[in-house]
């Protein structure tokens, strides 16, 4: 059996059991049909979509380095079998493995209906932890630029900032930022642009021998590149980039101030400011000093919730920008950060912070149904580009601080979805005990392909976690 106990505890209400069935190479590998339509056109207007496979494999929940020889070969053999099959449908330039028995793919709609028919697959659906690995920000809106430019004219020129610690930049009165010019880092900034220009594909940048020849003699971690859909997706996703955005672009972030403050500025040199910061004002701090001390063997939680919902990535939200990169940062050491989508029974919106770019969103399921439940708010992860898991929050028995005169009732049955998220948070820390090291969207791609579906209005884009054989 690939998923289960070995005796029959029961945590939480987590369902237990067989998770896919057994893995048979004379189906096609299963998938949801509305979802892959909807794939079909977005891969005709973009070229190309993420979608995860799992293989269908018997894999064990450990680090990869300790696979078998038979194993490790059983996996590659899957997986070259898969790219084989798919051909020039695959940009083999982005795929990614997380040696658990999953694989993500960019394929074009042609490549997607190969995928319907393979027997190379046990299953497929849409990538849901493709943000979770892009190490450019997408929820600004740059990016949709990009790929705009690219699908009117075949390519773009973009500007690329070098992901690069201890680099001094000045900001003009407009918001305009400017490198510093330091000699002394401009070797450094040279061997790490030759470094990362190595391994972008050279089908995907369309100017990448120029690019090579320039990169010794510019001292500055901006630089552009004329790039294609290919060139864009590498780059998305690649450790030494920090930032892209159009080369033509004039568009500046000024600080977000109040008006009259900045006209008392101009007028007495000094202004006192008083900053504000939405929900709890410990909140921001924390997830700072987390990263700040390097915990990457932790797990977050944040079982909280604001009294506004949003129908998409809320990082824009004047409270959202503070928390966004610690939680970026985080999820760059290792550490998933889990959150609630609140409990207003909405179908289309979830609450903040569960809305922010690379939070693991969870939602509640009814005990007895194992659907989703009746107060659990939810919306189209497809919207988000976000990670959505299901767990049990109705009803959950639960230790309580509840007295009544001098009795005290230290377990009562409660429900909510932060009774769903510390189950989720705690199912990552046990894989990550497992799997040490293993980065935050591999594991959630294990447990995404080991959840049970969920139905509903967004295919098999909602999955109830599973408790693995550990």
């Known amino acids: 059996m690939r998923n289960g106990l070995s005796s029959p505890a029961r945590i939480g209400a987590l369902v237990i059991g067989a998770v896919l069935a057994t893995f048979n190479a004379a189906q096609a590998a299963s998938h949801d049909t509305k979802e892959i339509t909807a794939l079909e056109r977005e891969a005709a ?175 500055s971690p901006m630089f552009h590149l004329r790039i294609n859909m290919e060139g864009l997706l590498a780059l998305i996703e690649h450790d030494d980039v920090r930032g892209l955005r159009l080369a033509s672009s004039n568009e500046v972030e000024p600080p977000i101030l109040d008006p009259a403050a900045l006209e008392a500025a101009r007028k007495h040199g000094a202004v006192r400011v008083a900053i504000v910061v939405y929900l709890d004002a410990d909140l921001a701090p924390a997830l700072g000093l987390t990263w700040q001390m390097g915990l990457s063997n932790v797990t977050v939680n944040m079982s909280l919730r604001s009294f506004k919902q949003f129908t998409g990535p809320c990082d824009g939200a004047v409270f959202g920008w503070s928390y966004a990169d610690s939680i970026a940062r985080l999820t760059s050491m290792t550490v998933p950060v889990v959150s609630i989508t609140g409990n207003e029974g909405f179908r289309d919106r979830i609450t903040f912070p569960g809305c922010l770019s690379g939070v693991i969103k969870v939602g509640s399921t009814d005990d007895a149904s194992g659907q989703l439940s009746w107060f659990s708010n939810m919306a189209d992860p497809a919207l988000f580009g976000g990670y959505f898991l299901m767990a049990p929050g109705d009803p959950i028995t639960s230790s309580t601080s509840y007295a009544a005169g001098d009795v005290a009732y230290p377990y009562g049955s409660m429900s909510g979805t932060s009774m769903a998220a510390p189950h989720v948070a705690g199912l990552f820390a046990m894989v990550k005990a497992q799997v040490p090291g293993a ?25 109830r976690v599973r408790l693995p054989n550990f």
């Open 45 to 219: 207007a973009r070229k190309y979509v993420r979608v995860m496979m799992d293989l269908g494999l018997d894999v064990p929940l450990q680090s990869p380095d300790k696979h078998s020889a038979a194993l490790r070969a059983a996996l590659l053999a899957r997986e070259d079998a898969l790219l084989e099959e798919l051909g020039t449908e695959v940009l083999r330039s982005t795929v990614w493995r997380n040696g658990l028995g999953q694989i993500g793919l960019h394929v074009t709609a042609k490549g997607l209906k190969t995928l319907a028919a393979t027997r190379n697959a046990a299953s497929f659906t849409r990538d849901p932890t493709n943000d979770l690995r892009a190490s450019v920000y997408r929820a600004d809106g740059r990016l949709s630029k990009i790929e705009a430019e690219i699908q009117q004219r075949g390519f773009a020129d973009v500007e690329v900032a070098q992901n690069l610690d201890n680099f001094e930049f000045d900001v003009a009165p407009d918001g305009r930022v400017a490198h510093r010019p330091d000699r002394a880092q401009a070797a450094e900034i040279a061997a790490k642009r030759a470094s990362m220009l190595g391994r972008l594909p050279d089908s995907g940048v369309l100017d990448l021998a120029a690019a090579k020849a320039r990169a010794a003699s510019q001292g």
């Open 439 to 463: 980065p935050v969207a591999n594991i959630a791609a294990y447990l995404f392909s080991t959840g049970a579906p969920i139905s509903g209005p967004y295919g098999t884009g909602l999955r």
